[in-house]
């Protein structure tokens, strides 16, 4: 997958991330919390940043490898909407490999605009058809799928 600016700024960002995330005091939190405050600004003033995240996706689904930094790929997917990553999405949050980023794909998807989310609606609902459950799902992706849905129906 070709290295780009976003591809850059998470590496640096996951770095900083990655110094404070096993650490539990109030003064951790709040170091975490302007880390991924100053990702989401630095982020969202970034261009073309689609023409990276949906290689990431695609690349993720081919190879089953998500790498280090999903993280921050996923909530980029937040600071620049797109319906291209709709498709990718469900395909991940549908996959029965359980080391696939099921909640991060929900997430991502409960958190897109409803205009770009609506058209997956039909696959959610096929997917939350209790007589064929994804065995991969954790409770907290199950739980996830629900709130998606109705967030959207």
């Known amino acids: 997958m070709k290295v780009g600016f976003l591809d850059r700024l998470i590496q640096n960002h996951q770095e900083r991330y990655d110094a404070f995330k ?3 005091s109030v003064d ?11 990702f989401s600004k630095e982020c969202r003033e970034l261009n073309n940043v689609e023409e990276e995240i949906v290689p990431y996706f695609r690349y993720g689904l081919e190879k089953q490898d998500w790498g280090r930094y999903s993280r921050l790929w996923f909530g980029s ?10 498709p990718y999405l469900v395909k991940i949050a549908e996959d029965p490999d359980p080391t696939f980023p099921h909640w991060f ?10 205009y770009i989310t609506e058209s997956c609606v039909p696959d959610l609902i096929k997917m939350m058809d209790c ?5 991969s799902w954790s409770e907290d992706v199950i739980y996830k799928c629900f709130e998606i849905f109705n967030s959207l129906s």
């Open 28 to 38: 951790t939190i709040i170091e975490l919390s302007k880390v991924l405050k100053l």
């Open 105 to 114: 794909a929900f997430d991502t998807l409960s958190y897109l605009p409803e």
């Open 22 to 24: 096993n650490a539990s």
């Open 131 to 135: 007589r064929n459950p994804n065995p």
């Open 77 to 86: 997917a937040l600071e620049h909407p797109s319906s291209r990553y709709v």
